[in-house]
Nanobody
Framework: VQLQASGGGLVQAGDSLRLSCVGS????????LAWFRQAPGKERDFVAA????????VYADSVKGRFTISRDNANKVVDLQMNSLKPEDTARYYC???????????????WGQGTLVTVSS
């Protein structure tokens, strides 16, 4: 599967932003889809994931209550709605897909190219 992320930009603290990731290939519905982020000089961190089909969602504690992950299997899209953004949310955001494996681990098999989110204070 190939993934293409978009929607990043420069916003102010407290603003909202919606990231989208469009997939291609077969069996999109069967993949667990996730968003990770990587700030400059730091490791890539798990943000949110949604299991195959319309499965349950999982969030990092740092974004719980502010971010919402959703998927549209018919259009092969996974979105990340980000509200109440903080400067510490500044990072490059990556969408990812996998068939099996730990849901919060960065060892996903498929990755998008990333989209940059910058939150100013």
């Amino acid at each position: 599967v190939q993934l293409q992320a978009s929607g990043g930009g420069l916003v102010q603290a407290g603003d909202s932003l919606r990231l989208s990731c469009v997939g291609s290939g077969h069996s999109f519905r069967s993949y667990t889809l996730a968003w990770f982020r990587q700030a400059p000089g730091k490791e890539r961190d798990f943000v949110a994931a949604i299991r195959w089909g319309d499965g349950p969602t999982v969030y990092a504690d740092s974004v719980k209550g502010r971010f919402t992950i959703s998927r549209d299997n018919a259009n092969k899209v996974v979105d990340l709605q980000m509200n109440s953004l903080k400067p510490e949310d500044t990072a490059r955001y990556y969408c990812a897909a996998q068939s099996l494996g730990p849901i919060t681990s960065s060892k996903y098999g498929y990755w998008g190219q990333g989209t940059l989110v910058t939150v100013s204070s």
